[in-house]
């Protein structure tokens, strides 16, 4: 069964504290794993898309990697602005659907404290 | 700016009502999405449309069906919205496979 698993649910970490949320999946034929950030009462925001493994994209503060099993979204030196929830999606050419359907996971929410 | 537009952010109803939930994109994208989302149970695909009047179900189709009569325009409709359909609603939309799915603001629905 294809399926997405992010870890940890929930981080706190002080101004300038850096970190790694992690995704990791199972799920057969990966067209893509996306990064996205959640404000609270609104829709996600479009982070990153990363398609093989090995491959990395950063925006400011942010890094995301992709291995053949999961996911990293580093954050460098956190700003109390980064405070989010992310969430992480793969899109799978699983059978039965047209394989554009993504599976997303929980997410993991983010306080960074000043 | 390129966006997708649900027309409510906020919308209360009664049990049994029908309900209508309306989204607009405007990048021309070919696929479109209805998600809701719940804590504890993140996103779940309700339904699903690759072209013009085709639909898919998702995960979670009980006691919804769509309308996408154009392109740019896709619906959601709560046949008789009971009080276990309240949750926040997300439209998406994206151009192809292997392309990001971009998201509405959502529309937080409360039946009581």
């Known amino acids: 069964e294809d399926q997405v698993t992010q870890s940890p649910e929930a981080l706190r970490l002080q101004e300038g504290e850096s970190s790694s949320l992690n995704c990791s999946y199972t799920?057969?034929?990966?067209?893509?794993l996306f990064w996205y950030r959640q404000d609270p009462g609104k829709g996600p925001e479009f982070l990153f898309t990363?398609?093989?493994a090995g491959e990395e994209k950063e925006k400011e503060r942010l890094k995301a990697t992709l291995t053949k099993k999961e996911s990293f979204l580093h954050i460098t030196a956190p700003k109390p602005e980064d405070s989010a929830t992310y969430l992480c999606?793969?899109?799978?050419?699983?059978?039965?659907?047209?394989?554009?359907?993504?599976?997303f996971g929980t997410g993991t929410s983010l306080t960074v404290i000043p | 700016d390129v966006k997708v537009t649900q027309s409510s952010r906020y919308l209360v109803k009664r049990t049994g009502e029908k309900v209508f939930l309306e989204c607009v994109q405007d990048m021309d994208h070919e696929n479109m999405f209805w998600y809701r989302q719940d804590p504890g149970l993140g996103l779940r695909l309700i339904y699903f449309?690759?072209?013009?009047?085709?639909?898919e179900k998702g995960d979670i189709p009980e006691g919804y069906s769509v309308s996408r009569e154009k392109k740019e325009r896709f619906s959601l409709i709560l046949e008789s919205a009971s009080t276990n359909q309240t949750s926040m609603y997300l439209c998406a939309s994206s151009l192809g496979m292997r392309t990001a799915t971009l998201f509405g603001s959502g529309t937080r629905l409360t039946v009581v």
């Open positions: 999606a793969v899109q799978a050419s699983s059978s039965g659907n047209t394989g554009n359907q993504f599976y």
């Open positions: 449309s690759y072209d013009v009047k085709m639909k």
């Open positions: 799920v057969s034929g990966l067209r893509g």
């Open positions: 990363l398609y093989s």
